[in-house]
Each structure stands twice: as structure tokens, then as C-alpha cells.
DNA sequence: GAGTGGATTTCGCAT
DNA sequence: ATGCGAAGTCCACTC
């Protein structure tokens, strides 16, 4: 191995606990502490965490995580970014203690975190240059939309998207082949009621402001059996896109291409109004 | 230490890393791997991380965390619950891998990481019994709001709470000291023009159901500028609520006392049609 | 700095 | 299984 700073302790003692994390959060490093704690929280709530063996870490930006042995979330934590750190010993009768705490302002709240047993302490100052890409997400869906309008139906044309029209931004705004206005919804995921209200709240806002009719039409990979219903009462219709599609066409094209579009396009907005 | 598993290994090799985590995961044991990866995820959307050094822990219900060494959140994880893990030793060129598959369905996804070097590996059998309990949650503010009505007004007696009542559920269901049907909102924050939205439509759709008037209060510590003009507009009223003092009541009162109360006031409760 | 909406949200609860 | 809303949500983005 070849790391600048490197650290790992098996049951190291509370006084040798305590000069380790100190050391580690002066150097910047990612700390890893597995132990017996119990943790105190006050900030937007108040928390208790009654003793337990625990996995905590604490990152290069202050960012702390406190895991149980189960569960995909932490049971208290605190967010990267302005956060500060006091660590000490502590007597509790003749028993010594490591007290964490980390304190941050805006807003204010502190997590106090109590140790009689530590099992392991391991410290590293890690090097994390790795590019991280997602694909498939909502926007993938919008701009494969808009640079391929075939997949909603034949004939569309995009006009404007993120276009704000009181209650909210409509995702896609443009014409069908008939000319008739179209706002489009678009969900990754099935569609719920909630996705249909919205489209109709933004199909009745234009209708009101253009006075004439606007086609609604929600683009997503399923809609739930209830929105279903709504929609047909509504007359909004329902068009089935699937968001991995979307991304394909998307991450085929190159960033620039997909950039020079955008720019392009936003030449030719229409007004909404 | 008094652990019935605990391992912790500097520096392991592919091979041997290998065997740990699979004999831990074996145990149920929580592991903890630090080292250089990389990770394809493909399921519900689909993302690459390129090499960087992180922190993964796979826990005893098999989730997942992959962290980068800055951030609260993970870069790639999975939720605990039923997720299988293939770990297997692969060949790159001529040089060995340590490839750890986290797999589950409902939904289908899948996490890939690739090691081609490891810092560390420690795993433990972790007893955590501790209670957590969380204090000023939305909850507690409709438990003392239920428990002592006086918190939004003289005279308010509650009738129904989580009601349905098709938009969605009800916060608190009641009756002002003039007999007309009041419906609470309740936020723990700062209540947005959402929230005021939501009182709204639950305050129709009542209206529409029962044919007289109602009226919609919004409890919350306070509401932003544009949600108080809309609920001046709208007719609703806003009630300051301070969460934590919600808190205080709640938790002044014996488990045993609220259980009862909520027992006892099932029976009182009026059909909301 | 506040407000708004999305998330591979997760989690929990009710249908 | 599905649906719906809360969360100490966090995060990014706008005003």
C-alpha cells in the first residue's frame, strides 16, 4: 500500500482513541470508528440512542454517519460541509468515556456521541477522483423528448420545457401535428394521482391564458390504475415512454451535440402567453 | 473485548479478502471494506462510479453503502432486506479483482463493485439492542394537538385523525367552540405554498362531502410569504405551532396515559360523512 | 438566505 | 403488492 496517512487500531484504549481521532480529523482523513456508544442529538428535533455497538464515520468534510447493524440509513448523522468537532475524554464514575461531538450552525444542532468500548478505530486519508454518471433519470426522459419528439407521438414538436405558467413549470410545452397545444408530464417512475393533477392544473393555466384548447399527455413508464382513471375523466392522455430508452438515446448522442441543440433551440422559443 | 466475531485485516490480499467476506457475510456479521473500486449499478436507473478509494459496509441484512470520502450520502448503496451477495475473485489482464455483486428483485437492481486493491477489512457481530426515540417529529404535533386542542384554539375538539378522505389523509379532523367542521394541516417546519395546496383540497373535497362550510386551519411554526398570502386568499387561517413544545407535552405524558386516550377516543369517533 | 421540487429517495402504514 | 405521505429528509437550483 501506498497511502500518506493510514491508520488502524484494534480495542485501542479511550486516551489512545482520543489522540488518534484528533489526529485524523487534523490530517483530513475518513475515520472509522466501531464501538459501544450511546448518542445524543438536539437540533431541528431531539434525539436519544440508548448504548449499542455502532459503526460511526466521520469524513474529510466534517459529514458523520452513525450505522446500526442494520439498515440502509443512519440513525443520527450529520451533513457534510460546516461542522466542527470536539472530542475528550470524560469520566463517568471511575469509567472513562470518549465523548464526539459534532456541532454545526445554520441551522444549529449538535450530535453528542458517548464511548466506553471501542473495538476498532481505522483511519485513512483517501483519494477519490472517480467521475460518478447516472443515467435514466427524469431529465434524461425530457431531453430525450425533446430531441427525438417522435416518442410521444408523430408529428409533435417541442416548443418550449421548464417553462413556469403559474402553478408550477411544465416539463414539455409544444404543438401535435394538428397544431393543437400540448403539455407534456413526464414521470420516471409509474404515475400517480398526483402526476395527473398536476398536468391538469397546468393544462387548465394555459388553456385560461391562450383560450383555446391544450391537449394534456402524461409521458411515463406506467400510470397507477387510479390516475388511469383520472386521466380519462380529465381527457388527458397517457403515453407510455420508458425512461432507459430515453437514456440510450440520450448517452448515444454526445454532450456537445445534446449542448449545441439546447442552445439552438432556446433561439426559437415561442412566447407561452 | 468480549466479541464473538471479530476480524480486522490490513492490507489482505484478493484471495484472502475473498474468503473474509464471505465467511462474514456467512455470520451475519457487519463488514466494512476500504479500498480502490469502481461500481456499475443497473436497475431503476443505472450509474458507473470510475476508480476512486471509498468505504463500503455491508451489513447483516445485507444493505449496502458505498462512500466517497466527502458527503452524508452514499454514492451507490442498496436497502437492507432481501439481498443476495456473490463475491468472487476475477482476473483483469493478469491482475486478480475482487468483485463483490449485491443483487435483489422488487425492484430488479443490481450493485457490481470492483476492487483491484484493498486497505483494509474488518468485520464484527455487532449487538445493538439500544432504543432510539426521536423527539419533535410531525407526529408529536398531532398527538398533542389531540391530546390538548387548546394548542389551536379555545373550544376545538378533535373527532377523527389520518382520516381518508380522497385527495389523501387528514392531518386532524374536528369541531370549533361554533360547531363548524374544522380540518388541520400540521407541518414541523416552515409550511409552503404545497402544504396550504394540500389543506385546501383536503378542505373542498370535505366541503363538497358534507355540503356546509369548513374551515382550514395550517399548524405549523411558521408559513412562507407566498403560502400566507395564498391562505389569506384562499380563506384558510394559520396557527402557530411550535414543535418542540408539542414534544414536551407528548413526552410529559406516559406512554400509558396516550395509549389510553387514543384507545378510548376510537370510540368516540364521528363517521366523517 | 429562503423557497421549490426531485430522489435509484427510504421507510412505514394502510388498502 | 401498491399507494401514499413523512423525513432531523438531503441536494441542487432559483429568486
Given at each position: 500500500m501506498n497511502k500518506s496517512y493510514a491508520i488502524t487500531l484494534d480495542n485501542p484504549g479511550i486516551e489512545e482513541s482520543l489522540r488518534i481521532i484528533k489526529k485524523s480529523i487534523?490530517?483530513?482523513?475518513?475515520?472509522?470508528?466501531?464501538?459501544?456508544c450511546w448518542v445524543k442529538y438536539r437540533g431541528r428535533a431531539k434525539s436519544r440512542l440508548e448504548p449499542g455497538e455502532r459503526i460511526i464515520i466521520?469524513?474529510?468534510?466534517?459529514?458523520?454517519?452513525?450505522?446500526?447493524?442494520?439498515?440502509?440509513?443512519?440513525?443520527?448523522?450529520?451533513?457534510?460541509?460546516?461542522?466542527?468537532?470536539?472530542?475528550?475524554?470524560?469520566?463517568?464514575?471511575?469509567?472513562?468515556?470518549?465523548?464526539?461531538?459534532?456541532?454545526?450552525?445554520?441551522?444549529?444542532?449538535?450530535?453528542?456521541?458517548?464511548?466506553?468500548?471501542?473495538?476498532?478505530?481505522?483511519?485513512?486519508?483517501?483519494?477519490?477522483e472517480g467521475e460518478f454518471s447516472l443515467y435514466a433519470s427524469e431529465?434524461?426522459?425530457?431531453?430525450?423528448?425533446?430531441?427525438?419528439?417522435?416518442?410521444?407521438?408523430?408529428?409533435?414538436?417541442?416548443?418550449?420545457?421548464?417553462?413556469?405558467?403559474?402553478?408550477?413549470?411544465?416539463?414539455?410545452?409544444?404543438?401535435?401535428?394538428?397544431?393543437?397545444?400540448?403539455?407534456?408530464?413526464?414521470?420516471?417512475?409509474t404515475a400517480g394521482r398526483e402526476a395527473v393533477l398536476q398536468l391538469a392544473k397546468y393544462v387548465k393555466a394555459i388553456k385560461t391564458s391562450i383560450g383555446r384548447e391544450v391537449r394534456g399527455i402524461l409521458a411515463a413508464p406506467q400510470v397507477s390504475k387510479e390516475a388511469l382513471t383520472l386521466l380519462e375523466s380529465l381527457g388527458l392522455d397517457f403515453k407510455k415512454v420508458d425512461p432507459k430508452k430515453c437514456s440510450e438515446i440520450v448517452h448515444a448522442m454526445s454532450e456537445k451535440k445534446i449542448t449545441d441543440y439546447f442552445q439552438s433551440s432556446k433561439q426559437k422559443l415561442l412566447p407561452l402567453k
Open positions: 487534523e490530517r483530513k482523513a475518513a475515520i472509522i470508528v466501531v464501538g459501544n466521520i469524513k474529510e468534510d466534517g459529514a458523520l454517519l452513525i450505522h446500526r447493524p442494520v439498515g440502509y440509513e443512519p440513525v443520527n448523522w450529520m451533513p457534510g460541509g460546516e461542522i466542527i468537532y470536539h472530542i475528550e475524554t470524560i469520566e463517568e464514575g471511575s469509567r472513562p468515556l470518549l465523548l464526539i461531538r459534532s456541532i454545526r450552525r445554520h441551522p444549529r444542532e449538535t450530535v453528542a456521541i458517548y464511548f466506553d468500548q471501542i473495538f476498532l478505530i481505522s483511519a485513512f486519508k483517501l483519494v477519490d431529465e434524461d426522459m425530457q431531453k430525450a423528448i425533446l430531441l427525438n419528439p417522435s416518442i410521444i407521438e408523430d408529428g409533435f414538436k417541442p416548443i418550449e420545457y421548464e417553462k413556469k405558467v403559474e402553478p408550477g413549470f411544465v416539463d414539455v410545452y409544444g404543438v401535435d401535428k394538428r397544431g393543437r397545444v400540448v403539455v407534456i408530464e413526464i414521470k420516471r417512475r
